[in-house]
């Protein structure tokens, strides 16, 4: 309810400069009646809070493909992590530049090598690590099919 508070004053606040005093008492109380409403509601929006706490983070990845090994570089809670990945079978050559890392606990997920599996083409790479971390990022250029991928994937902290 801080927050709502919060969020609320500033609203006022920069209103205050844009309209009237008669439609910034309008808008108060419509704030006001808003946040007796969710006062009613508190308990189901605590149990969003709790769901939205265990959906995944997300950091945005570059990637590069050579020599057949796709090598990630991502910051990640103000920590540089590396991760190489290599393929049990070599796909078709693709191109990929910048992607999305979704985890859920940094500390548990990006350490070590871990197992993958994965699709890449026609129009995106797929990367899921055993343990629930994702890669996903759009190909620079298309490739015909989608291809199956598996291997090890190394993480390391810089």
């Given amino acids: 309810i801080g927050r709502v508070w919060r969020f609320l004053y500033v609203v006022i606040q920069y209103k205050r400069q844009l309209i009237s005093s008669i439609e910034l008492r309008a808008d108060l109380l ?16 605590s149990r969003l809070c709790a769901l ?10 570059n990637l590069k493909l050579s020599g057949g090994i796709l090598t990630g570089h991502a910051t990640v ?11 049990a079978l ?3 050559p693709f191109t990929v530049d910048t992607g999305a890392l979704a985890y859920d606990d940094r500390n548990k997920q990006l350490i070590g090598s871990q197992p993958y ?6 129009a995106s790479l ?10 996903t990022a759009p190909l620079v250029d298309h490739i015909s099919g989608a291809h199956d991928i598996a291997g090890t994937g190394s993480w390391s902290k810089e």
Avoid: W
């Fill in 77 to 87: 809670e103000a920590y540089k992590y590396s991760v190489a990945l290599t393929f």
């Fill in 126 to 135: 797929v990367i899921n690590f055993d343990d629930g971390a994702t890669i």
């Fill in 52 to 61: 939205h706490s265990q959906m995944s983070k997300t950091a945005p990845i």
């Fill in 117 to 122: 599996t994965g699709t890449v083409g026609p």
């Fill in 30 to 45: 419509h704030c006001t009646q808003k946040l007796r409403q969710h006062q009613r509601v508190r308990p189901q929006c």
């Fill in 90 to 92: 070599q796909p078709p």
